[in-house]
């Protein structure tokens, strides 16, 4: 092979020897080191050559990104309106659009920037977190163990591994932790919530069930045997499976292929599954649940296999992630309910009043009405929602609606409002009215009317318990 020819680090770079068939005592000596690892300056050395130990990521240009939010349907209508808009004159001897075309632009320019942004803070939110994530290692430098990001880990470092250490059992002691107070409240929150919570551990079934009383979750627990249709009890002999996983409240001596298996029937029930786990053993099934949930300390495996990774002991912010999750969703439910209901009627008036009354809306009207009612529906986004696990039918002006979408809606009628009094723009065919009367078309059309959708705005109460489909 290479024995008595040594190859330089580029060539163990591209991997022209294959050290892992060779002895140690030659693997040594192709590496240039020593049982006693590496210095600081050949770790330094060696990473420029064979590059951090962690997958590479492409970083996007942040103008690519930026440009990005301006190639979508809807951008694309607005650019080949702002190029008609300077490119068709108005009519004979008469100049382009300017005005319009700038507040195309303006406006696609704005929507751009505020995606940008948004998209900009998760981006760096989530690098912020993998970087606290990132797995930490014990190498010997300089003759000298300390710990590490594993990404500085080059060929010839010594590390130690802390898994998986051929421990020998010694003997047997028996134990049941006391479950913690904040553990058994969490629980009942979760339940209160409309969260099924089953336990699922390879402990023994005796043990399963003390702690299943001790945490409030129940004591309707049978042994992983029984998912296989054996060492039924006879009062649950006649269940089929799928519905003997719905009904308990845990199962006890489980192994990986169990979790997996339980968590596929419950979503083939139609139930939305979450899974919390640590462990290797824990990730298909971290991988096949809805919502994969690591807890804190746990592995990388199980990491990689979740969706959702802890980084403080306790499970009490998965029920934070719950009630923010269902917010979301509100807020989502009432955007969409106010987009589509403005939209239907402003199309449907505006088709009703140009065909019926033969009425000419300038483009640049129709930008400016399509500004402030995309000013209020962007504070839907952050408006006020009840977070409660109960419905309820009663209003208060605390709760709804949030003072964000109320002062909106205040901005869009004085800008209107200004506009309908005092612009005279002879390129918007726009005149100024009186004040009275544009007063009055506002108190006895449009202020009543928004006061109305106000306060019939969809509410976000959370469901009770019993009236979520959701298991965890």
């Known amino acids: 092979m290479a024995g008595n020819k040594a190859i330089t680090l580029e060539e163990i770079k591209n991997e022209i020897v294959d050290l892992e068939r060779i002895p140690i005592e030659e693997v040594f000596e192709q590496l240039k080191c020593t049982k006693q690892g590496l210095s600081s300056e050949e770790g330094v050395s060696r990473l420029l050559i064979f590059g951090p130990n962690k997958l590479e990521e492409k970083k996007e240009s942040k103008i690519l990104k930026f440009l990005g939010f301006m190639w979508n349907p809807l951008s694309w209508v607005m650019e080949m309106a702002a190029v008609m808009a300077i490119a068709l004159a108005n009519g004979d001897n008469k100049l382009p659009d300017w005005q319009d075309f700038v507040g195309i632009v303006v406006l696609l320019v704005i929507n751009s920037t505020i995606s940008f942004i948004e998209e900009n803070n998760a981006g760096n939110a989530a690098a912020a977190l993998m970087a606290g994530l990132a797995p930490k290692t014990k190498v010997l430098r300089d003759g000298c163990w300390s710990e590490e990001d594993a990404a500085i880990l080059v060929p010839a470092a010594r590390a130690s591994r802390t898994e ?39 402990d023994q079934l005796a043990i399963a069930k003390e702690t299943g009383r001790r945490l409030g979750m129940g004591t309707n627990m049978y042994p992983s045997s029984s998912l296989l249709g054996e060492n039924k009890d006879a009062s649950i002999a006649a269940l089929p499976v799928d519905e003997l996983i719905e009904k308990a409240d845990g199962f006890a001596g489980v192994f990986p292929e169990h979790k997996y298996e339980i968590v596929k029937k419950l979503q083939e029930r139609k139930h939305i599954c979450g899974m919390t786990g640590d462990g290797v053993n824990d990730a298909p099934a971290l991988k096949k ?133 005092y612009a005279d723009w002879g390129f918007a065919r726009i005149k100024a009215e009186r004040l009275g009367i544009t007063f009055s078309r506002i108190r006895l059309l449009s202020l009543p009317r928004k006061i109305m959708k106000l306060l019939n705005k969809p509410r976000g109460a959370l469901k009770s318990q019993g009236s979520a489909n959701c298991t965890l």
């Open 289 to 421: 649940a809805d919502i994969g949930i690591a807890v804190a300390d746990a592995t990388d495996a199980a990491r990689s296999a979740s969706d959702i990774v802890l980084t403080e002991p306790g499970l009490s912010v998965i029920i934070s992630a719950v009630l923010t999750s269902r917010a979301i969703f509100q807020r989502m439910k009432n955007y969409t309910i106010y987009a589509v209901s403005i939209t239907i009627r402003i199309v449907l008036g505006f088709m009703l009043i140009a065909l019926i009354w033969r009425f000419d809306f300038s483009p640049f009207m129709v930008l400016i009405i399509a500004i402030l009612n995309d000013g209020t529906i962007m504070t839907i986004s952050k408006d006020r929602i009840l977070t409660s696990s109960q419905i309820n039918l009663n209003w208060c002006f605390v709760e709804r609606p949030g003072l964000l979408l109320v002062g909106a809606f205040v901005i869009a009628q004085l800008v209107a409002t200004v506009i309908a009094v």
């Open 164 to 202: 998986n250490q051929d421990a020998i059992d010694a003997a047997m002691v028996g134990m049941l932790a006391d479950p913690k107070e904040a553990r058994a409240e969490t629980i009942r929150r979760a339940l209160n919530l409309g969260v099924n919570v089953k336990m699922i551990t390879g």
